[in-house]
Nanobody, 120 residues
């Protein structure tokens, strides 16, 4: 069993930055691909970013968001820059065995989410 806990969400102004963290426990962190997804009110959950030793991004966040990980601390980060109101959502950390994917159905483990709200 793998447990994931996200943190770092909050209310920010458009144009500012925020970094989310996800701490994994229960099984070896380095053997899993990690991903970030988000879900806005009334919308379906969507892919944001994922990584193994390389990174992948949704077109909507490419150039603004950066996913990274610190293996020694079993932690994954999502650095968000130039935030816009359309980035407002609950952000979820997820993990899967094997390579990266943008399909939420392939991820086995999920955190409870952290709210990010961006105002104009």
């Amino acid at each position: 069993q793998v447990q994931l806990v996200e943190s770092g969400g909050g209310l920010v102004q458009a144009g500012t930055s925020l970094t989310l963290s996800c701490v994994a426990s229960g099984r070896p962190f380095s053997t899993y691909a990690m991903g970030w997804f988000r879900q806005a009110p009334g919308k379906e959950r969507e892919f944001v970013a994922a990584m193994t030793d390389i990174t992948y991004y949704a077109d909507s966040v490419k150039g603004r968001f950066t996913i990274s990980r610190l293996h020694a601390r079993n932690t994954v980060f999502l650095q968000m820059r130039r935030l816009q109101p359309e980035d407002t959502a609950v952000y979820y950390c997820a993990a899967k065995n094997g390579g990266t994917s943008d399909d939420e159905g392939r991820y086995e483990y999920w955190g409870q989410g952290t709210q990010v709200t961006v105002s104009s």
